[in-house]
């Protein structure tokens, strides 16, 4: 549906967004991820992780209008 295919490529999107506003995991772990693991490298990659589940779903939605405008034409 519609909305499981926006709301699984958003949520991703929001999960980066959460962590960075909120500065976790740097908050609870003072130090340790200062180099690599820091709150904004995993806005990065939940916004390369959202940015590939949208263009799935971007070929999902597709392949479903073909096959419904072929069924449609016959």
Partial sequence: S???MWGSAF???GIGLV?????????????MFDILGASHQW???MCVVGALIHY???WE???DAEQ???ATLI
């Fill in 2 to 4: 519609v909305l499981r």
């Fill in 11 to 13: 949520g991703a999107y």
């Fill in 19 to 31: 962590l960075y506003l909120t500065f976790v995991p740097e908050r609870w772990f003072l130090g």
């Fill in 43 to 45: 806005w990065h990659v």
């Fill in 56 to 58: 799935s779903n971007c």
């Fill in 61 to 63: 939605s597709l392949a």
């Fill in 68 to 70: 419904n405008c072929k």
